[in-house]
């Protein structure tokens, strides 16, 4: 299938049917009478692109003449232009729309589009036209809330908050929701220190916890991790708006302490573990790779390899 | 700041600069002459409900007369309403849309609204109204996808497939991307299945990979982890549609070959450890616990902690 196929589609569309009226303020920007045919096949008209999967996207701002298209003249337009796509044996749609054309929105839900996703200033919206139920992926489905065990090997002391807005005042770790492109052990690091004052660099990756349909995240789901992170600041500076109190604990009586969350509790005992036998015990550490395929590189966490076990060497 | 005050003031300003025209059709279905008054009051009414962080929630979706409204007087009231709650010291404006309303959306983007999310039928836009930069929540900016490592101890066999999808022919484990709501192990054991037709029970967490601005995550992370299986099926039946070879391979060719991912290389060799060693070195196991505020449970990873320290029994 030649790429834009569709695109000469939606121009023939045009044309056939509303174009005369539709383009006639376009025309007057592209040249004069006799130019209507030109601004048609110009850059200015709607691409449809298709993808590898044999889908087809549409991108409504690259349309610049749309804004003369009132919304039902844009459905029975898409209408038509759904049916030749079926025709040519394509399987879904994603129709992205910029939010200042979000009246042609509804006149794609009419036709069975539905939200893929929307984020800041525009929307995509997606039609499966295939066999059997959509297999489009998803959208982002977890929001990753990261938590920093700020641990003092020295002093056998661990840095705790009470959140100032939580109903029962439990002793926990301070942290919060990743920043969009922001790594695990960054976030810990970040977070540790607008809460508390106290600055720490990442050592490991010590729990994870997954949570669904959670009021807190829009009811998608949840992944909170909690990070052993090394102090190297120990003033503590707490931020009154998010704490109530913050103060370094010993390991001991975090461990032995009832008011707490089941999951502080266990990392505490999980960090005592540690500190006794070996925090290689608890640690699943990182280590930058290259991905194969984007050329970008990615954190990668596990339980810390034996050298023999990395190089291979003498290991048949 | 009692409740719906800005329900009332949404009533307030309809009744006063619109009204007349506005609910005229609604008058008639509320029963007659005289009951304007009593429907703009009644259950129909757009509620603006306050929330416990001083933002406020409008559902268009409650207002049904909303319909008799055009986007440009929407602007208006809107535009007015944001006046209101900004001398009420509201700091935030969330406005839920339903997708077959979304004419309201431009105008709403017009007085600084912007897309929070959308998801199947209808989107929220916010609006922040507070000092300094926005300090409203994000949404979701995870996939989670799972892969797992289905190794047979009786034989130090793996399961590896190819993708018929990539460019380069690697040996992988197989895996996909988490539904919404799915726990990591069941995604796992169920994409397993689904791509080799080979049955298995997670048995634990062995890596976790972060990477950020990926293009098949439209933009946002994903995190990718790898789950130790055990099989308890062995003939191979696999996806066509998703891979081109599937088979048995002995962990040492595993851990050996070339034609594989880095991660997937890495995973091999800590599979080999913990073969020879035993897999307490290299397993985060999970466990079910109770959360504190929302009565769900929720599954918890970590290096599996030793008797004693559960209990802390004989521990001081």
Redesign the interface.
């Known amino acids: 299938m030649p790429p834009f196929l569709s695109g000469r589609f939606w121009r023939a569309v045009f044309t056939r049917t509303r174009g005369e009226r539709l383009w006639a303020g376009h025309r007057r920007a592209s040249g004069g009478p006799g130019c209507r045919w030109d601004a048609l096949a110009g850059a200015d008209v709607l691409r449809a692109e298709p993808d590898r999967f044999g889908g087809i996207s549409v991108h409504l701002e690259r349309f610049r003449a749309l804004d003369r298209l009132d919304?039902a003249s844009f459905q029975k337009v898409l209408q038509a232009a759904i049916q030749q796509w079926r025709s040519e044996g394509r399987i879904a749609v994603w129709l992205h729309i910029p939010?200042?054309?979000?009246?042609y929105?509804?006149p794609a839900?009419?036709l069975g589009f539905?939200?893929?996703?929307?984020?800041?200033?525009?929307?995509?919206l997606t039609l499966w036209l295939g066999e059997g139920p959509s297999r489009l992926?998803?959208?982002?489905?977890?929001?990753?809330g990261v938590a920093g065990a700020v641990f003092d090997e020295n002093t056998r002391k661990i840095l705790v908050v009470q959140d100032r807005n939580?109903?029962?005042n439990?002793w926990k770790f301070p942290g919060g929701?990743?920043?969009?492109?922001e790594?695990?052990g960054d976030t810990a690091v970040r977070e540790v220190f607008e809460e508390t004052g106290i600055k720490s660099e990442f050592r490991s990756?010590?729990?994870?916890?997954?949570?669904?349909?959670?009021?807190?995240?829009?009811g998608?789901?949840d992944?909170y991790i909690i990070c052993r992170l090394k102090p190297y600041s120990f003033t503590i500076n707490f931020c009154q708006r998010e704490c109530l109190r913050c103060e370094w604990m010993d390991l001991h009586d975090l461990?032995?302490t009832e008011n707490t969350?089941?999951?502080t509790s266990?990392?505490a005992?999980?960090l005592?573990?540690g500190y006794r036998e070996g925090f290689d015990?608890?640690?699943?550490t990182v280590e930058e790779?290259?991905?194969?395929?984007?050329g970008?590189f990615?954190?990668?966490?596990?339980?810390e390899?034996?050298e023999n076990?990395?190089t291979?060497i003498g290991m048949d």
């Open positions: 919304a939010i200042l054309q979000s009246q929105i509804a839900a009419s539905c939200f893929h996703h929307a984020e800041s200033d525009s929307s995509t992926p998803g959208y982002a489905t977890h929001q990753v939580k109903l029962k439990m929701l990743s920043e969009p492109g790594d695990i990756l010590l729990s994870i916890r997954q949570q669904h349909t959670n009021p807190g995240a829009f998608k789901s992944m461990v032995k969350t089941p999951i266990r990392v005992r999980l005592l573990y015990k608890i640690d699943f790779l290259p991905a194969v395929y984007t970008l990615y954190k990668l966490y596990h339980k390899l034996p076990y990395r291979m």
